[in-house]
């Protein structure tokens, strides 16, 4: 438990602590002019993603079949090789190369809640389950402000060589300290067709899948250009990186802070009506973002706007779990984890071009109308689900 907790941990802020300084390293390798680095920010950022998932069904089933701590001696391994060469890359390509690759070795978190869920008893695995997404919640609210903390010290190869060594220490406790009880057999599956088949209504499914991209699309789309819009928000510009990752970091915070009481309210008043709450309030929120003055005006208002959106995700598998089959359910929240991941390439891809291309305030406005129009649209789809 110990060592898939630090192991997430670690991954997690490797993974994420790039992203206040992602655009400088990106103009270092030769991209030139705002839209081209934009552009190309987006890109290695989101292919990640993209890697990720097409690649995440084929791990879990080699997990199923060779055991799960292989899987995360894989991961850690790939990873920590992957994020050291980003140190030593000399162009944009290789760059965006090696976070394909981070994407297709990565899976460490994901494979570390199944570990965790299949070994601990069932009487405490919930303890275990909650304590293991508190790393993994931990670890992107951190990596942001690691990632504008060490490039000003240390500079941003040795950032990226230190990361890969912290993951190597991941691999060795993976390696070395956990021990698991795999049972090699053929795990019984439903046919991803046969499970669609047997939902007797979709529409509440549709629209949950469609609301948990919508809401990566949403956080995703900001990133690539944070650095960019900060750097005209800040005076001293040796601290553009330091408030770029604080700006990141203060929407993660913001659900964390948020995500438990709303899952109780959600009991309460219904867990539709919490997604309609809090996609509404998000897009009324992303619309002041566009026009700050300050960087701490930014801050504020992303940590806002994670308080409103941290219970969407619980929320958005309660929907799917209760309009499903039990012995279907697992087979639908896959489904909607693809579309989350389809969420997180096309954010940071579109993002970086509008606002290469038309505005960085566009890419908020933008994002604002998206979340608005899918509040109006659950709330017809819960209205109708009522009604019948």
């Not at 060592?3 to 997430?8: D, L, P, Q």
């Not at 795999?182 to 439903?190: A, N, V």
């Not at 438990?260 to 619309?287: E, F, S």
Request: with cysteine; aromatic share 8%; hydrophobic share 55%.
């Amino acid at each position: 438990m110990a060592v898939c907790f630090a192991g997430s941990f670690a991954t997690i802020v490797a993974m994420t602590l790039l992203l206040p300084f992602l655009p400088l390293y990106v103009e270092q390798l030769g991209a030139q002019g705002h839209a081209s680095i934009v552009q190309w920010s987006g890109i290695a950022y989101g292919i990640t993603f993209l890697s990720a998932a097409l690649v995440a069904p084929l791990w879990g089933r080699l997990g199923d079949r060779y055991g799960r701590k292989l899987m995360l001696v894989r991961a850690s391994l790939g990873m920590a090789i992957c994020m050291s060469l980003m140190g030593m890359v000399q162009s944009v390509e290789q760059l965006v190369l090696l976070r394909l690759l981070v994407g297709l070795a990565g899976g460490y978190a994901s494979g570390s809640t199944i570990l965790v869920a299949m070994q601990t008893p069932k009487a405490r695995s919930g303890w275990a389950l909650g304590t293991l997404s508190a790393g993994i919640m931990a670890g992107n609210l951190v990596g942001p402000l690691i990632g504008g903390l060490l490039p000003p010290l240390i500079g941003i190869r040795s950032t990226f060589l230190l990361s890969g060594g912290a993951i190597f220490l991941a691999f060795l406790a993976t390696s070395l300290l956990i021990r698991e009880e795999h049972r090699p057999g053929k795990d019984r599956q439903k046919k991803s067709g046969k499970a669609w088949a047997s939902i007797p209504d979709k529409r509440p499914v549709v629209a949950m899948l469609a609301t948990g991209m919508l809401l990566m699309f949403a956080n995703m789309s900001i990133e690539p250009i944070i650095t960019v819009y900060v750097a005209q928000l800040v005076e001293n510009q040796a601290h553009v990186t330091l408030m770029a990752g604080v700006v990141m970091s203060a929407a993660a915070l913001g659900s964390i802070v948020s995500s438990a009481w709303l899952g109780r309210l959600a009991d309460r008043i219904g867990h539709w009506n919490v997604v309609i709450g809090a996609l509404g309030v998000a897009a009324l929120l992303l619309i002041p973002q566009a026009f700050v003055t300050s960087g701490w005006q930014l801050v504020a208002l992303r940590f806002l706007m994670g308080l409103a959106l941290g219970g969407l995700l619980p929320s958005i598998t309660s929907v799917i779990r209760h309009n499903v089959p039990d012995g279907v359910g697992g087979n639908v929240l896959g489904y909607s984890i693809s579309a989350q991941y389809a969420g997180q390439v096309a954010g940071p891809l579109l993002g970086g071009f509008v606002g290469g291309h038309i505005g960085m305030r566009a890419v908020f406005l933008g994002t604002a109308v998206l979340l608005g129009v899918g509040a109006v649209w659950n709330w017809f789809a819960a209205r109708d689900k009522l009604a019948d």
